[in-house]
């Protein structure tokens, strides 16, 4: 493990191990960059970036986007500030700007803690921890949250890697999504209803390719196999490489990204692969949002193969 000088993503700590080298940032406690055999997998960013379209970010204590960045929860109303002011959303949570601190450091793994405070919007004190680790399986994250707060909080959960594949455009991307369902979305990109993919231009049961697709969609009804893991596959539709995000049963949704509002060189350059717990508006609607009691301990596990 090591720890390097840096500048606007601050400090970094790379972990190594059986060819597998990633790199966390402690502006958000980011997953700044992965690579296996020296060949990069995470389109990432450097020291010295702002993580553009909140690349390698862990979204919490909420993912995606709550309309108006109003809510009630148990009985009361809250405000949050609006981070997407062009569409009047709240986005992306609150940890994914502020800055991280190494608890744990060892050659192949690195674990990150962040205290949320209580503050106008969310008045609920969260603990975050997030262990990193490579090895020759792969890249694994896990999440813990701890409620320090006297009251119950609403918690949900997301991670925002983009990623490709070595010369193969996010056209010829071969994708695999295991769900059933998505959710349509209005203009703000809120939900406005749920319909089954099966026989649509959304249906990625099967492999095949991203072609000319715009995605910016939330899967749901999602299949797990027989140890609660589901997984959504990239692959180069001309060899046996791909790439594989996985996640646990906690994770109810997909949220798969094809770059297309991003600006420049990053212009569908990479998938965003984002297993998320709950969907879009999840505080407003209370659909699929974890309740955290008091002193809860919650946990949960995700990670990439290649």
Request: net charge negative; proline share 6%.
């Amino acid at each position: 493990m090591s720890a390097e000088s840096a500048a606007k993503s601050g400090e970094q700590w790379s972990i190594e191990a059986g060819g597998h080298r990633a790199v966390l940032a402690e502006i958000g406690g980011t997953l700044r960059a992965y690579s296996v055999d020296g060949v990069d997998l995470l389109d990432g960013f450097g020291t010295d970036e702002i993580s553009p379209g909140s690349a390698g970010q862990i979204l919490a204590p909420w993912p995606n986007r709550i309309r108006d960045g109003r809510y009630v929860f148990e009985g009361s109303e809250y405000q949050l500030a609006l981070t997407e002011p062009a569409r009047h959303n709240a986005i992306h949570g609150l940890v994914n700007w502020s800055r991280w601190r190494a608890v744990e450091q060892t050659a192949d793994a690195v674990t990150l803690e962040f205290t949320l405070p209580a503050q106008v919007g969310y008045p609920w004190s969260l603990r975050l921890r997030t262990r990193w680790s490579v090895s020759a399986e792969g890249l694994r994250c896990e999440q813990e949250v701890v409620n320090l707060a006297e009251a119950n909080a609403p918690w949900g959960y997301s991670v925002h890697p983009y990623l490709r594949l070595p010369g193969v455009t996010v056209e010829d991307t071969v994708l695999q999504v295991p769900a059933k369902s998505r959710i349509m979305a209005d203009n703000r990109l809120l939900p406005i209803g749920a319909v089954k993919v099966a026989g649509t231009e959304f249906d990625y049961a099967e492999p095949r390719r991203i072609g000319t697709a715009v995605l910016d969609v939330t899967f749901g009804d999602i299949d797990f196999d027989a140890d609660g893991i589901t997984a959504v596959t990239l692959a180069d539709p001309n060899s046996d490489r791909r790439i594989v995000v996985w996640a646990d049963e906690k994770f109810r949704y997909w949220q798969v990204y094809s770059g297309d509002t991003l600006h420049g060189e990053r212009f569908r350059r990479s998938v965003a692969v984002e297993p998320m717990t709950c969907p879009p508006d999840a505080f407003r609607t209370g659909r699929d949002l974890v309740v955290l009691a008091p002193g809860e301990t919650w946990t949960t596990a995700w990670g990439i193969r290649a």
